[in-house]
């Protein structure tokens, strides 16, 4: 059956709901949405219907709240803007494009709220005293607030797009823009594609999250161009759902976040595993690639390949500070049991970014086998440093300090056991820009088992006595087939460290000095003239 979703009227909610109820009723087919614009209010999907819009075809949400579902959802009290529930064979397509409206809903002209210069009190700081490098001045309003998320409204609809319990669902060629929350949001929902979609939202406009899948099963994501606030790709998962998030797959993906482009978390009290990443492109960015564990569930065989990142510290208070790869697993609350993360590979991965890449682990955290391979950083100074940077980012979580002073390596790995880094690189900016805070190319602390093989660099000032690899409190050491580049003091600095084992095949002639080697078995190294 083929439906026509049209009217004349000024609000279109009834002629949507009564096409798609109809033709369901009649066994399924396509409804129709001819070109023209149209607003609506809650619309709920039904089993075996494609709702396709038209080219010129533009669907918009109604601006009064009494005409949403009686559903709750967002943590502002959010309702519904298309709902499907318990349905399968369930298609949104076409050439025309759904608009949010989210710069009419939202206060455009009001940073978001709260007193920026008081321990605590941000509502992006989440919990917490902080400790940053900036003191008082950390996240002042002395400087302006442009830049910073906008404030949200006494009533907004979202999430845009809800799938609960649903089983194939396609979202294929529209254009979906200027979201006020939540974009595509699945949970318990199984076999879903994504395909050829342009999500085009505001980059000051909290929640708008583009793709959200929690507890969601074979999900293809592939041909997409994502601009959002939030999140542009994020998975969790909950204790209290039926199907684990697993066999996830993204491919040839442009993203674009002022949180993180792909982002586990924040919600892992369950199980995400067997997730693959390739051919992915991420501009101008927040964050990078994240892994934010903070809850008792385990994310476990994910693999990141052929990826450009180019990530950058942003102004105001956001979570997160230009980290272009991000693996993070501390404790939610004083009642998270934590669980762990382990079989984690980043490929193929070329970065420029305001800020080196970080895997961190709160003391008894599990983060295990996180391996680099054939992934180049190159850093750069940030117009944002002075007011943000040189810090640490954990957020969000009330038992460690969320936002903590801490020199900042090229790679930095805390906590963490069987590591390996292979053909990495870092290279730093020599313009002069770069922070004092910038110190090692790759920095290692608390890790039991690391195997560092192809690793090219240097510390990030000439002349400065940090070293370009410093392992402190680590096992289990082979360091071979590295490069010391031009402008290297010391090359490997160690500190109560433990078996060291191989430091071979090391091309060290550029650096002034080879460092603390004498306790590793060595043979076939070039060493400094």
């Not at 606030?229 to 993204?250: H, N, Q």
């Not at 067997?274 to 008792?296: A, K």
Request: proline residues 4%.
């Amino acid at each position: 059956m083929t439906a026509y979703a049209d009217s004349t009227d000024d609000l279109q909610t009834e002629a949507f709901q009564t096409a798609i109820d109809d033709c369901s009723e009649s066994g399924g087919g396509t409804v129709t949405v001819p070109s023209g614009t149209y607003t609506v209010g809650t619309v709920h999907l039904r089993s075996n219907v494609t709702l396709y819009l038209e080219a010129g075809a533009v669907v918009s949400p109604a601006k009064d709240e009494a005409e949403y579902t009686d559903k709750f959802i967002g943590p502002d009290n959010e309702r519904i803007f298309f709902l499907a529930e318990d349905v399968e064979n369930v298609t949104i397509a076409g050439e025309g494009e759904f608009d949010g409206l989210g710069t009419e809903f939202m206060r455009m002209d009001t940073p978001i709220q709260g007193h920026s210069n008081e321990s605590a009190s941000h509502p992006l700081i989440s919990n917490g005293p902080h400790e940053a490098r900036q003191g008082d001045a950390y996240l002042s309003r002395t400087k302006g607030t442009d830049g910073w998320p906008v404030a949200k409204p006494d009533f907004r609809p979202g999430p845009m797009f809800r799938f609960n319990n649903c089983t194939n669902v396609r979202i294929r060629d529209v254009t979906i823009r200027d979201m006020p929350a939540w974009t595509l949001s699945f949970h318990g929902t199984e076999e879903v594609d994504i395909r050829g979609v342009d999500i085009l939202n505001h980059l000051l406009i909290p929640n708008c999250d583009g793709i959200a899948l929690g507890d969601t099963k074979n999900v293809h994501i592939s041909d997409c161009t994502i601009q959002s606030c939030d999140d542009s790709i994020t998975f969790g998962a909950r204790p209290d759902e039926p199907v684990t998030c697993e066999g996830i797959v993204v491919t040839n993906c442009t993203l674009r976040s002022s949180a993180c482009a792909i982002k586990f978390g924040s919600g892992t009290d369950d199980t995400i595993r067997d997730c693959l990443f390739q051919n992915i492109v991420v501009q101008e960015s927040n964050r990078g690639l994240g892994i934010q564990h903070r809850d008792s569930g385990v994310v476990e065989n994910v693999l990141f390949t052929d990826i450009v990142v180019n990530s950058n510290m942003l102004p105001g208070p956001w979570w997160g500070k230009g980290e272009p790869i991000y693996v993070t697993s501390v404790p939610r609350d004083d009642d998270t049991d934590l669980g762990g993360i382990r079989n984690v590979r980043f490929s193929n991965i070329v970065a420029r970014s305001e800020n080196g890449a970080l895997v961190y682990g709160s003391e008894g955290s599990d983060i295990e086998t996180v391996e680099f391979d054939n992934v180049r950083i190159e850093l750069t100074g940030s117009e944002h440093a002075d007011e943000v940077g040189g810090n640490f980012d954990l957020q969000p979580s009330s038992v460690v300090t969320p936002i903590f002073a801490n020199d900042i390596a090229g790679v930095h790995v805390e906590n963490a056991r069987d590591v390996t880094m292979r053909d990495v690189t870092v290279e730093w900016d020599d313009s002069g820009d770069l922070p004092d805070y910038y110190r090692s190319g790759l920095a290692c602390e608390d890790v039991d088992g690391l195997l560092v093989d192809g690793f090219v660099g240097r510390q990030a000032h000439r002349d400065d006595d940090a070293a370009a690899i410093s392992l402190v409190d680590t096992t289990d050491i082979t360091v071979r087939n590295s490069r010391a580049t031009e402008g290297t003091e010391t090359f490997l600095s160690l500190s109560n460290t433990d078996g060291e084992r191989l430091f071979v095949n090391n091309d060290l002639i550029d650096a002034a000095d080879a460092g603390d080697v004498e306790s590793f078995e060595r043979s076939g190294n070039a060493l400094p003239r």
